[in-house]
């Protein structure tokens, strides 16, 4: 149920929340930056205000921890909000939208290019609240059995890819499925399964589909960056006092950054130990990026005409990202494409 | 004067601090990050843990900083360490070094890579305690009267450029010069000075400097991030209550993601007039950044005879900045660098 309204309790009120997440604790970087800001509330409070934080499963299913926070049943939720495009394809910008921002555009566009201020609108809409959560960087493209070097090779791969990926790939021919993670490695070892997608190194090694799909592609277009979020009941957050609420907004910021710096640390070793292991790196080929932008325009168009807020939503998002990408090529890109040429040179 | 210790008034004691930065109000990203931090101090402890921002020379002036918080005359300071390396070359990591991490990988060094612990061991020999807030991303090279077409041309060049970036150009025979940023303009305006670099499209802008040297070059290789640093008196930190510490700590956290989202931002914007107002952008050549990354490597080696401070961080930090432009290289490199093909094709 819901908190108690605080007021009635002096300025330090003892309140407890119990958060659904849809992630396992397995997952040390998503999870993990639930739990650090979870963990970080109680220091600041000094314990008063409690939450416990529940995997998936526990409390509610990963997919219903929005519906779960919707309704009160929990106060709060941690999940990614484009698990939730089936409502509305505006759900999509609060996580990843294929040919997106990176981690730093997207931080950019939510704390300070008045991303967030659109989204909040949106939520409203919906009866929640959200907030970022934690960002996994740009992801790889995943596990294939067969090397995918013409757009044709497309055509028919039965590929365990979710969401707006799923449905800019259905247009080249793809054949989305949706499974559980747990099932993906002997769905690939029958061959029930072409190809797989989950997150990148540090995460996809724990699955250990290099065993039976060799080929780890990159770059993954689909999610530039993915931001998690930390979704909550209305009027629990109105119940809070406000240094409670600054509490979670600042611990939710704290973990957001942490949440990458986890993946920057861990994935490069990961991916050393999968190199190892017998992965075997490929870029996709220009034709197939190109025609998955294409696919993705096409898209974007069917979804501004089917959604109002998605319209509303992307035309914002979408000058905002060609602002990002334009500035990059005269700071970012060549400070770290010279870094990495000359890493190669020695 | 230092805080009275906190126990005596019960757990949430009355605490003032001074806080001195080194910059002034006028830097709406770096001192607005170190602004948004206090605020939010204030916010979490309901006003009880008061620190007071003064701009640079308003207590103390700007380089001593540093200073006036080892000796306790201000609780605690905003700088960027790298401007005390004259005291020891390990004072670099806090901020920047040539050739060095991007924000991304600087951010992984410090919360997660081990490199934070590296700088407390190092700060507690020197009678501080440090943690970041706010982070520049890559800088732009600077302003230049003159282009660089050969490494010849960097000979005899007056440059304002400070700290181990001046070191690094002096082996190629720049002429580095200490200027400060208000006197830049008619510095270039007269020909005292052929080049001086400042930060980004941003924070150049306030100093007009493309009306007087055009041409404006990137990538600013000797800043591909810059940490700014919140340092703080070991005895006003002991004395404050676990949960003023944790408001300091988680606020500090949230202050160094936005900075970087502030000026991710406003870069693109203020780059866009500059170029409208006459700057001409134009890439180091290649043969120009070879020569610089040898020559910081050559001081590099210097600079760890010299210090075992900075040897024995750089040994840690220098295989840390390979796996990280590594990791880069298969999945946040051929993302950024295909969003710029495609926004090139259009």
């Not at 990843?96 to 409203?124: H, K, S, T």
């Not at 596990?143 to 044709?152: A, C, D, F, M, S």
């Not at 979804?303 to 992307?314: E, G, N, Q, R, V």
């Not at 602002?323 to 400070?335: D, S």
Request: glycine share 10%; net charge neutral.
């Amino acid at each position: 149920g819901l908190a108690a309204p605080a007021l009635a309790q002096g300025s330090n009120p003892q309140v407890r929340w119990r958060l659904a997440s849809s992630y396992p604790r397995s997952l040390g970087t998503i999870y993990g930056a639930m739990d650090m800001a979870v963990k970080r509330v109680g220091e600041l409070t000094e314990g008063r205000f409690n939450i416990s934080l529940h995997p998936a499963g526990e409390l509610v299913p990963a997919l219903q921890v929005l519906d779960a926070t919707q309704s009160g049943s929990v106060e709060a939720g941690h999940s990614a909000s484009y698990f939730y495009i089936g409502k509305d394809p505006a759900y999509g910008f609060g996580t990843a939208l294929p040919f997106g921002l990176n981690a730093r555009g997207q931080n950019a566009w939510l704390y300070e290019g008045g991303g967030q201020a659109l989204l909040d609108e949106f939520y409203a809409s919906q009866g929640v609240l959200a907030m970022p959560i934690g960002n996994t960087g740009a992801q790889m493209a995943g596990w294939y059995r067969k090397e995918i070097k013409t757009v044709e090779d497309l055509k028919g791969l039965k590929f365990r890819v979710g969401g707006l990926a799923g449905m800019v790939l259905a247009k080249l021919g793809v054949v989305a499925q949706q499974l559980a993670a747990g099932d993906l490695y002997v769905a690939l070892e029958k061959g029930t399964l072409d190809a797989a997608e989950f997150v990148g190194p540090y995460d996809d090694e724990k699955l250990g589909l290099h065993k039976v799909a060799k080929y780890y592609y990159y770059p993954g277009w689909w999610e530039g960056s993915a931001t998690l979020g930390l979704f909550i009941n209305p009027k629990a957050w109105a119940a809070l006092p406000a240094h409670y609420q600054a509490a979670l907004r600042t611990a939710a910021a704290e973990a957001n950054q942490w949440c990458t710096a986890k993946y920057d640390v861990e994935n490069p070793r990961a991916m050393g130990r999968l190199v190892a292991g017998g992965a075997v790196l490929r870029a996709f080929p220009r034709p197939v990026l190109d025609a998955s932008y294409k696919a993705a325009e096409a898209l974007y168009a069917e979804l501004s005409d089917k959604s109002p807020a998605f319209k509303k939503i992307f035309e914002h998002w979408v000058k905002f990202r060609n602002e990002q990408v334009l500035w990059q090529q005269f700071c970012e890109g060549p400070f770290d494409n010279y870094m990495a040429a000359a890493s190669r040179r020695k």
